[in-house]
């Protein structure tokens, strides 16, 4: 009881924390941070990767309507984001805004994963689509929403130092990426030697779900908010249509939500990865060599990023790694049945993206530092919220898309030759499509020019002057 008494005083003095210079972080914290990114893949990642072929193949429900289940949800997920966000500003308690989300939702998450790879038999066809709507709109709309904005914002409320910013982002996505790495990999082989069938996937869902809940709940336990918005009016609410017209009133803001719908948009590959193992290579397992293709230079690259965007700034170093993944991406193309050259060609293109997933975090954290100087009005958890909610509106799209495509294509189910329009299908999901969405971001991490004010925007913050107090020179405005 010492302990959590202890505990709870360290929370209140670093919750209390103005929004100015905040302490740098321990490297033992942002680990423990990333810990989180790492249970959380073992429920959204597993999910989707494994969903459709898993309801297609196993349970019997069409991609089509899996596609359609999954939009519909994620329609309404994107809606549930914006009033996470709200919530965890208007959230106070003894261990902060948003790590009591944390830790509270893990189980439940871990759990209903665990469900939605367990549809009962007994159900009939109308049963059992019920049963995944229903299991999926609350891991979507409600759970994994409620901990991800809660999540992600804590790189707002840990600190306002860029570079710890950046190495949050670096060291969240190199766990991520080991979580989906070991996902990509291991699925098959753990779902084969449980037995296969639903067997096998009743026992993989059953570790994964173990495997979500218990880092997010280490996670919501041990790390400490210290940069948390203080308003002008302290008994005021920060209340959703306020935040809602602050932000959107924003142009960085509203080119973060296109540069998050974008980044989950190009990730139809992680959806037709397992098609393209199957139907392009006729063998599953290609998956794996695939998986670590994408994801092993991912994790490498990500332990130097914050270095590269210290050495050269966060935007040159993006869009520079970007050019870098349109030329993998390209290659990918001209060698889309040769898995010697397209494992070469897919390394290029994940070395590219390395830099963008390491500063993703970090430029909404700078935005809703904008917005809260220009505004006066705290949006820490909110700005994450609406990020989080293109993100999963691209994501919903992303699932929908493969879904589609395949239908449309003329999958069929469990066939060992699969058509020509099929095949087309699965290669515009893994190669064509995603090279669009990252010409596209490249575009827009351009117009994202913000980065030579910020020193003197964290300045004006530290020292109170915000929304009608703040510098009317900086940002032309």
């Given at each position: 009881?010492e ?15 103005k929004s ?5 972080l321990?490297m ?8 989180g ?10 999910i989707?990767?494994f969903?459709?072929i ?14 359609t289940i ?12 914006i009033?996470?966000g ?6 106070n308690?003894?261990?902060?805004k948003?790590?009591p ?16 790879f367990?549809v ?12 995944v ?7 979507s709309?409600i759970?994994?929403?409620a901990n991800?904005?809660?999540y992600?914002?804590?790189t ?8 710890d910013r950046v190495s949050?982002?670096?060291i ?6 080991v ?8 699925t098959?082989?753990l779902v ?10 009743t026992?993989?869902a059953?570790?994964y ?14 790390v ?15 209340s959703?249509?306020?935040?809602v017209?602050v932000l959107?009133?924003n142009?960085?803001?509203?080119l ?6 974008l ?21 599953p ?10 994801l ?7 332990f130097f990023?914050?270095?590269?965007v210290?050495l ?9 790694g ?14 889309s ?17 390395v ?9 909404v954290?700078?935005v ?5 100087w ?8 909110s700005v994450?919220s ?8 691209g994501?919903?799209?992303t699932a929908?898309?493969?879904?589609w ?7 069929v189910?469990?066939s ?8 087309f299908?699965?290669?515009s ?28 925007i964290r ?9 009608e107090?703040?510098?009317r020179?900086?940002?032309g405005?």
């Amino acid at each position: 009881m010492e302990n959590l008494k202890q505990d709870f005083q360290e929370v209140e003095q670093t919750q209390g924390t103005k929004s100015g210079k905040t302490p740098k972080l321990k490297m033992m914290e942002k680990l423990t941070f990333g810990l989180g990114d790492f249970g959380a893949n073992y429920s959204w990642t597993f999910i989707a990767s494994f969903i459709t072929i898993y309801m297609t193949d196993t349970v019997g429900i069409s991609a089509g309507i899996i596609g359609t289940i999954i939009l519909l949800a994620r329609v309404f997920d994107g809606f549930s984001d914006i009033f996470m966000g709200t919530i965890i500003d208007n959230t106070n308690s003894k261990w902060g805004k948003a790590k009591p989300w944390v830790f509270m939702t893990a189980p439940i998450l871990g759990l209903l994963t665990f469900s939605l790879f367990n549809v009962p038999s007994a159900f009939g066809q109308t049963g059992k689509i019920v049963y995944v709507f229903v299991v999926y709109f609350l891991i979507s709309v409600i759970f994994y929403t409620a901990n991800n904005v809660a999540y992600s914002s804590l790189t707002s409320f840990m600190t306002t130092d860029e570079k710890d910013r950046v190495s949050l982002g670096s060291i969240r996505f190199i766990f991520a990426n080991v979580a989906v790495l070991s996902i990509s990999s291991f699925t098959t082989v753990l779902v084969s030697a449980f037995g296969g069938g639903q067997q096998g996937w009743t026992w993989t869902a059953a570790i994964y779900g173990l495997l979500c809940a218990v880092p997010l709940m280490i996670t919501g336990w041990f790390v400490k908010e210290r940069n948390v918005a203080e308003k002008k009016n302290k008994e005021q609410k920060t209340s959703f249509i306020p935040i809602v017209k602050v932000l959107f009133a924003n142009k960085y803001f509203n080119l973060a939500i296109v540069l998050y719908l974008l980044w989950y948009l190009r990730q139809t590959e992680t959806g037709a990865r397992i098609y393209y193992a199957t139907y392009i290579f006729d063998n599953p397992n290609v998956m794996g060599i695939l998986s670590t293709a994408s994801l092993l230079p991912l994790i490498i690259g990500l332990f130097f990023a914050p270095q590269i965007v210290g050495l050269y700034g966060l935007r040159k170093s993006v869009n520079a790694g970007l050019l870098v993944s349109i030329l993998g991406t390209g290659l990918m193309i001209f060698f889309s049945e040769n898995l010697t050259w397209l494992v070469v060609a897919t390394v290029i293109n994940a070395l590219g993206l390395v830099l963008l997933q390491a500063g993703l975090s970090a430029i909404v954290a700078d935005v809703g530092d904008i917005v809260y100087w220009q505004s006066g009005v705290p949006v820490q958890g909110s700005v994450f919220s609406l990020t989080s909610a293109g993100m999963k509106i691209g994501q919903g799209l992303t699932a929908a898309l493969v879904g589609w495509a395949l239908q449309l294509g003329g999958y069929v189910a469990n066939s060992a030759v699969q058509p020509d329009s099929a095949i087309f299908a699965i290669k515009s999901m893994f190669i064509y499509f995603p090279l669009i969405m990252i010409i596209l971001m490249f575009i827009t991490v351009t117009l994202l020019n913000y980065e030579k004010f910020m020193p003197k925007i964290r300045e004006e913050i530290a020292n109170g002057k915000v929304g009608e107090d703040r510098s009317r020179a900086l940002l032309g405005k």
